[in-house]
């Protein structure tokens, strides 16, 4: 008997736990592409209000939103760009998890190449300096070098 | 002069990690919940809102020309904005054209919030499904936007207003603005 009652008693738990308990939208959508586009979107688009969050993964009042915008958008016939424009204008690159190159964020690319480059003209100059004084003699010590090798001879 | 070179050359190293110091630590007291405005430069987006107290009194955006002012957006379930509220009260005893914008909210307990704590605004909009709050890009409440003669959002700050605050840096961005 106890078994039973715990058993419920745990049965009872699951359904108030907050997996359950959390809203899950239900979209429909005229199409299977409309709802690809809709899925992929609310993935690439980030929840301004939570730190790292995209709109999909988030419970917050805002991620709901727009979410619900985002259907709406979509519902319309608005391509992916379209709607992340949208998301953009209103909410700034933030929104995006793929930020554009903008004079702010080039170094993001650039930074990575220049260092490389920097790298390859620093190791090449120092090779060409060893290079230079391991090859020249001044003339004391070519004179010593001959003796050197003349001594050899003998 | 070759011993300078190499003293030059050795010190960039040294240079690109002081950069790097400042940049680092420059992040480390800037507050990550704390986005720029998409909107800053452009006009107050077009919409048309009820008034809170009156269901059959619209407005629209051009209640924004005309003169420089705040547009502050609030609501009855936001702990901040009732903190922030007695502020707003001050701000707008010294003349401080304020516009409210009700988000997200119930009108019946927005209007009692305003006759209870005193109503600051010019003119109060209720956005009940926040659809100017969307336009605005606003991610949470209080926000408060500062409004150019013209009509053009000059600078959003999120969070409460406070006397520090003011006195600080956005008394001198109010009186600054056109």
């Given at each position: ?140 010590e070519e004179k010593r070098l001959k003796k050197i090798l ?5 | ?70 547009l502050n957006v609030w609501a009855t379930w936001c702990p ?45 909009l209720f956005d009940k499904d926040g659809m100017l709050g ?45």
């Amino acid at each position: 008997m106890k078994k039973v009652t715990l058993s419920l008693l745990l049965l009872l738990c699951t359904f108030f736990s907050p997996a359950v308990f959390s809203a899950i939208d239900t979209f429909e959508f005229d199409t299977i592409e409309q709802e690809q586009v809709f899925h992929d979107l609310t993935k690439v688009l980030r929840c301004p209000k939570c730190q790292n969050q995209s709109i999909s993964d988030s419970n917050a009042e805002l991620a709901k939103d727009l979410r619900n915008k985002t259907y709406e958008l979509v519902k319309q016939g608005k391509t992916k760009d379209e709607v992340v424009d949208y998301m953009v204008a209103r909410f700034g690159n933030f929104v995006r998890y793929d930020p554009p190159i903008t004079p702010a964020t080039i170094f993001l690319w650039l930074g990575p190449l220049l260092f490389i480059l920097f790298g390859f003209l620093v190791l090449f100059k120092q090779a060409k300096n060893k290079s230079k004084t391991e090859d020249e003699l001044d003339d004391n010590e070519e004179k010593r070098l001959k003796k050197i090798l003349k001594q050899g001879d003998k | 002069m070759a011993n300078t070179r190499k003293m030059l050359t050795l010190s960039v190293p040294l240079l690109l990690f002081f950069v790097v110091c400042i940049f680092l630590f420059k992040g480390l007291y800037s507050d990550p919940r704390k986005l720029d405005s998409a909107l800053i430069g452009k006009a107050v987006p077009e919409f048309i809102l009820q008034d809170i107290y009156d269901e059959n009194k619209q407005h629209d955006a051009s209640i924004f020309k005309g003169k420089k002012m705040l547009l502050n957006v609030w609501a009855t379930w936001c702990p901040t904005c009732y903190a922030e509220h007695k502020f707003l009260n001050k701000l707008a005893a010294q003349d401080i054209y304020i516009v409210g914008m009700n988000y997200k909210d119930d009108r019946k307990k927005a209007i009692r919030w305003l006759t209870d704590l005193k109503d600051p605004y010019k003119i109060s909009l209720f956005d009940k499904d926040g659809m100017l709050g969307m336009d605005l890009g606003v991610y949470g409440a209080p926000e408060t936007y500062f409004i150019d003669s013209k009509g053009i959002i000059q600078y959003r700050h999120v969070g409460d207003l406070n006397a520090r605050l003011w006195n600080e840096e956005l008394k001198a961005l109010f009186n600054g603005m056109q």
